[in-house]
């Protein structure tokens, strides 16, 4: 029997603030165990919590941004359940009246843009953080406790483990573009949580569901559910139960194993809060929040293609991160030719700026100056080699591209007279070569220019090179 | 005779996630209390609410937010000054099995 896979995500979001979301503790990460806690987020009894205005402003932004619908009343909820990283016992988050409700997101596909459903968007208070000590007692470090996040939750629209792998990939994105989260996964600003079942081809109605933790990077939670997939169909195929159950990715086994948690179903008694007034807008709010939103990932790749005529993947790769996108628009508006601009910026700039450890905003090279060394090299002033030179010493030292090529006499030769010359000894030099070019054997070519290109300690124009050989050998 | 809403199972379910042992008296007890309340509670279905909007909050406010300045907090000793265990900083809590 044929199958079809279904699934949901669930993923929360730290927002971008510099408090905590019901008290006025700092949210950084890091730092020594229980030194950013106050009563409130201690859960100690008589204290108040007071919402962050700033978080309900990122995370109504973040919801425009996924085309939620906003009821313009929202409320929180206390979710209840014993463990020590929850002081209070409950968890304050968003039941009944979540801030941002239903809305979606699109994906690039390999068969086109696909829409994934939200379901709701809320906001909600991170937990504390446990260690374990070799003696088998546990720590609890309560600075991440209160800890804004936003809960995105994703209708079952996933089909395929790398269409949850693109989902996540787009969410981030557009994440980062709206500046409301670093989305950074390995500092937790980002974690994810998978639903997966499967059903017969055809079937509307959806199978027994397991949820996959532990998922700490894109490439886990694809993994995590392919091996799911084929756990599951090999269970179905066998008539064997699939059980309702949570499991545990192991990225050493590349497996995912059951938590073995109890029958029992989560009761977690979800009742208001009377500790926090509901929040109330006008609707005119939503159209204002939506009108502030800048150009989004998937609308900025297609106009990358459109208007700069650059293939899929260079624009994806462009527009991936809005800071590298803004980079390559500045340069292109400085004139830099669009193709050769983008080779540049994914070659030569990224993988500099990898090796150097370099965001693309601590670029040594502005967006300008790269521009300027392009024009050098389009006006045919500079080889593309020659260039490749000059820009190792401009990401060095910052300077002028057209300084480095005067100060360093590295101006392309495009004298005929002297090349005439250059190709007369390297035709003379290199009889085998000239001979099988006169044979037919175009490839030969190459061979000549080469040498040419050496001569000249990559000076020369390669097309003028490349004609004046012809010329010759003709 | 009154009518029962919840059995001794609802009452054991409700003990656990409560996290409290309760006696076969005090089962017996509370069952008999808690059916009480929800028979009383059983008086709003004889009203005409449709239409009524559920309750949120019985205070007439809204929007109560402060700015997103920080202050600081507690120093480490005092957060940990009620802990009945403490190392290294942390609360120290018997291991956690699910």
């Given at each position: 029997?044929?199958?079809?896979?279904?699934?949901?995500?669930?993923?929360?979001?730290?927002?971008?603030?510099?408090?905590?979301?019901?008290?006025?503790?700092p949210?950084g990460?890091?730092?020594?165990?229980?030194?950013?806690?106050?009563?409130?987020?201690?859960?100690?009894?008589?204290?108040?919590?007071?919402?962050?205005?700033?978080?309900?402003?990122?995370?109504?932004?973040?919801?425009?941004?996924?085309?939620?619908?906003l009821?313009?009343?929202?409320?929180?909820?206390?979710?209840?359940?014993?463990?020590p990283?929850?002081?209070?016992?409950?968890?304050?988050?968003?039941?009944?009246?979540?801030?941002?409700g239903?809305?979606?997101?699109?994906?690039?596909?390999?068969a086109?843009?696909?829409?994934?459903?939200v379901t709701r968007?809320?906001?909600?208070?991170?937990?504390?953080?446990?260690?374990?000590?070799?003696?088998?007692?546990?720590g609890?470090?309560y600075n991440?406790?209160?800890?804004?996040?936003?809960?995105i939750?994703?209708?079952?629209?996933?089909?395929?483990p790398?269409?949850?792998?693109?989902?996540?990939?787009?969410?981030?994105?557009?994440?980062?573009?709206?500046?409301?989260?670093?989305?950074?996964?390995?500092?937790?600003?980002?974690?994810?949580?998978?639903?997966?079942?499967?059903?017969?081809?055809?079937?509307?109605?959806?199978?027994?569901?397991?949820?996959?933790?532990?998922?700490?990077?894109?490439?886990?939670?694809?993994r995590?559910?392919?091996?799911?997939?084929?756990?599951?169909?090999?269970?179905?195929?066998?008539?064997?139960?699939?059980?309702?159950?949570?499991?545990?990715?192991?990225?050493?086994?590349?497996?995912?194993?059951?938590?073995?948690?109890?029958?029992?179903?989560h009761?977690?008694?979800?009742?208001?809060?009377?500790?926090?007034?509901?929040?109330?807008?006008?609707?005119?709010?939503?159209?204002?929040?939506?009108?502030?939103?800048?150009?989004?990932?998937l609308?900025?790749?297609?106009?990358?293609?459109?208007?700069?005529?650059?293939?899929?993947?260079?624009?994806?790769?462009?527009?991936?991160?809005?800071s590298?996108?803004?980079?390559?628009?500045?340069?292109?508006?400085?004139?830099?030719?669009?193709?050769?601009?983008?080779?540049?910026?994914?070659?030569?700039?990224?993988?500099?700026?990898n090796?150097?450890?370099?965001?693309?905003e601590e670029?040594?090279?502005?967006?300008g100056?790269?521009?300027?060394?392009?024009?050098?090299?389009?006006?045919g002033?500079?080889?593309?080699?020659?260039?490749?030179?000059?820009?190792?010493?401009?990401?060095?030292?910052?300077?002028?591209?057209?300084?480095i090529?005067?100060?360093?006499?590295l101006?392309?030769?495009?004298?005929?007279?002297e090349l005439?010359?250059?190709?007369?000894?390297?035709?003379?030099?290199?009889?085998?070569?000239?001979?099988?070019?006169?044979?037919?054997?175009?490839a030969?070519?190459?061979?000549?220019?080469?040498?040419?290109?050496?001569?000249?300690?990559?000076?020369?124009?390669?097309?003028?090179?490349?004609?004046?050989?012809r010329?010759?050998?003709? | 005779?009154?009518?029962?809403?919840i059995g001794?199972?609802d009452?054991?379910?409700?003990?656990?996630?409560?996290?409290?042992?309760?006696?076969?008296?005090?089962?017996e007890k509370?069952?008999?209390?808690?059916?009480?309340?929800?028979?009383?509670?059983?008086?709003?279905?004889?009203?005409p609410?449709?239409?009524?909007?559920?309750l949120?909050?019985?205070?007439?406010?809204?929007?109560?937010?402060?700015?997103?300045?920080?202050?600081?907090?507690?120093?480490?000793?005092?957060?940990?000054?009620?802990?009945?265990?403490?190392?290294?900083?942390?609360?120290?809590?018997?291991?956690?099995?699910?």
């Amino acid at each position: 029997m044929n199958y079809e896979t279904v699934i949901g995500l669930e993923v929360h979001v730290q927002l971008k603030t510099e408090t905590k979301i019901f008290c006025s503790c700092p949210a950084g990460s890091g730092g020594e165990p229980n030194t950013r806690v106050c009563p409130v987020c201690l859960g100690l009894p008589g204290t108040l919590p007071v919402l962050n205005r700033r978080a309900v402003e990122l995370a109504l932004r973040a919801g425009a941004a996924l085309n939620c619908g906003l009821s313009g009343f929202s409320k929180f909820d206390r979710k209840n359940y014993f463990y020590p990283d929850l002081p209070k016992a409950y968890q304050i988050s968003q039941y009944h009246r979540p801030l941002n409700g239903a809305g979606w997101l699109e994906i690039p596909t390999a068969a086109g843009k696909k829409r994934i459903g939200v379901t709701r968007a809320h906001l909600e208070e991170d937990a504390g953080k446990l260690v374990h000590f070799e003696d088998g007692w546990s720590g609890v470090d309560y600075n991440r406790t209160g800890v804004p996040l936003l809960e995105i939750v994703s209708d079952p629209d996933l089909r395929r483990p790398r269409e949850a792998y693109e989902y996540l990939k787009e969410l981030r994105s557009v994440m980062r573009y709206i500046e409301v989260s670093d989305c950074d996964m390995e500092k937790g600003s980002f974690r994810c949580d998978a639903n997966i079942s499967l059903r017969p081809a055809g079937s509307r109605e959806l199978g027994v569901k397991v949820e996959i933790k532990n998922l700490n990077s894109f490439k886990a939670v694809e993994r995590a559910l392919e091996y799911e997939e084929i756990r599951q169909r090999g269970l179905l195929e066998r008539r064997e139960p699939v059980f309702q159950e949570t499991r545990l990715f192991n990225a050493d086994l590349q497996q995912t194993i059951s938590m073995r948690s109890k029958e029992e179903a989560h009761d977690y008694r979800y009742f208001p809060d009377p500790d926090l007034v509901p929040v109330v807008f006008p609707p005119e709010r939503t159209g204002e929040i939506r009108g502030q939103l800048p150009e989004l990932p998937l609308a900025r790749l297609t106009r990358f293609r459109e208007e700069y005529g650059l293939p899929d993947y260079d624009a994806g790769v462009l527009t991936a991160e809005r800071s590298l996108a803004d980079y390559y628009e500045e340069a292109a508006v400085a004139g830099a030719g669009y193709k050769s601009l983008s080779n540049w910026v994914m070659g030569e700039l990224l993988g500099k700026l990898n090796e150097a450890g370099l965001t693309i905003e601590e670029s040594p090279i502005p967006a300008g100056r790269l521009a300027g060394l392009l024009k050098l090299i389009e006006e045919g002033t500079i080889s593309g080699k020659i260039a490749k030179r000059v820009f190792a010493e401009m990401f060095e030292s910052g300077e002028e591209p057209a300084r480095i090529v005067e100060r360093r006499g590295l101006l392309q030769i495009s004298d005929r007279g002297e090349l005439e010359g250059i190709v007369e000894t390297v035709i003379t030099g290199h009889p085998g070569p000239a001979a099988d070019f006169r044979g037919g054997k175009e490839a030969a070519i190459g061979f000549l220019v080469g040498q040419v290109m050496k001569a000249t300690k990559g000076q020369a124009n390669p097309k003028l090179v490349n004609q004046l050989l012809r010329a010759r050998l003709s | 005779m009154t009518k029962k809403k919840i059995g001794p199972s609802d009452i054991e379910a409700v003990a656990r996630l409560a996290r409290l042992g309760l006696s076969a008296e005090e089962k017996e007890k509370f069952g008999r209390q808690l059916n009480d309340v929800l028979l009383y509670m059983e008086k709003l279905d004889g009203l005409p609410l449709e239409g009524v909007e559920p309750l949120s909050h019985v205070l007439p406010l809204q929007n109560v937010m402060r700015d997103d300045t920080p202050r600081p907090g507690l120093e480490q000793k005092q957060a940990l000054a009620n802990a009945p265990e403490k190392r290294d900083g942390f609360f120290k809590v018997p291991p956690v099995i699910e």
